[in-house]
């Protein structure tokens, strides 16, 4: 009877043993939160299949798919010419005429901030001739001044 005892308490050790550290437990576990991943993308993408079934379906005539292309890639047909009106960026106080460069009075240089200046021209001393590398360096960097 004692054997017995001992025999099944063994039993019952050794299979809780098992259970514990055997038992993957950690690993079941990573692949229920991977399997729950994975149902959600499934659920995502079906419903996004399903928009754009529907997008194609509404699409499916040549009117509505040239329509489409006019307003989303703004593609014309052949022989047509796409021109398009930026919005003013002025305010309706304006004058509307002051939005067009072309009804602008001229600009001088100066004024424009190119670095010309419309005075004297200033005149440099002659320098000495280089000869060799610095020479032909100098010549190629002639537009430069």
């Keep these: 009877m004692v054997g017995q005892r001992l025999v099944m308490l063994l039993a019952l050790a050794t299979a809780a043993y098992i259970l514990v550290f055997w038992f993957p437990l950690s690993t079941l576990w990573s692949q229920q939160v991977a399997i729950d991943q994975a149902r959600s993308q499934i659920a995502q993408l079906s419903h ?33 010419s796409l021109i398009q009106v930026l919005p003013s960026n002025q305010t309706t106080s304006d004058n509307l005429s002051t939005g067009d460069p072309g ?16 005075g004297t021209v200033a005149t ?11 020479h032909r360096f100098v010549a190629t960097l002639e537009f430069w001044r």
């Design 124 to 134: 440099t001393s002659p320098r000495a001739p280089l000869s060799g590398f610095w």
């Design 103 to 118: 009804l602008q009075p001229l600009v001088s240089p100066t004024a424009a901030g190119l670095g010309v200046s419309t």
């Design 48 to 80: 996004e299949s399903a928009a754009l079934a529907a997008q194609a379906k509404s699409i499916s005539t040549e009117s509505a798919a040239v329509a489409l292309a006019r307003q989303e890639y703004q593609l014309v047909l052949p022989g047509q």
